[in-house]
């Protein structure tokens, strides 16, 4: 699969749309937490209805990083961040596919 330019690192703090539906590639992704956090989904598609393909796992008033590698973690159909219970902030570090 070819890439598009359109790469980076986006920061959220509430659920979203990343990609619009665009495949893509993440790379890696670092969740900050409060008390009683409950982890983040990463799904495929352009809503929470999209798959679930990634269960964050969460840490109770903390950081976790989690990375997929040199390939990324492919996405077909775009990403939606579903976030998590007491979840402080996201950074997702990713490139459109096309």
Excluded at 1 to 25: E, H, I, K, W
Excluded at 28 to 49: D, F, K, M, P, Q
Excluded at 65 to 79: E, I, M, N
Aim: charged share 15%.
């Amino acid at each position: 699969m070819a890439y598009d330019n359109l790469s980076g690192t986006v920061f959220l703090t509430a659920d979203s749309n990343v990609t619009a539906g665009q495949p893509c590639r993440v790379f890696c992704v670092h969740e900050i937490y409060g008390a009683g956090a409950v982890g983040s989904v990463l799904r495929n598609g352009t809503s929470a209805a999209g798959d679930a393909y990634v269960q964050l796992r969460s840490v109770d008033s903390g950081g976790v990083t989690t990375d997929f590698g040199s390939d990324g973690f492919l996405f077909p159909a775009g990403l939606f961040y579903d976030e998590g219970t007491s979840v402080t902030s996201i950074l997702i570090e990713f490139r459109t596919e096309i």
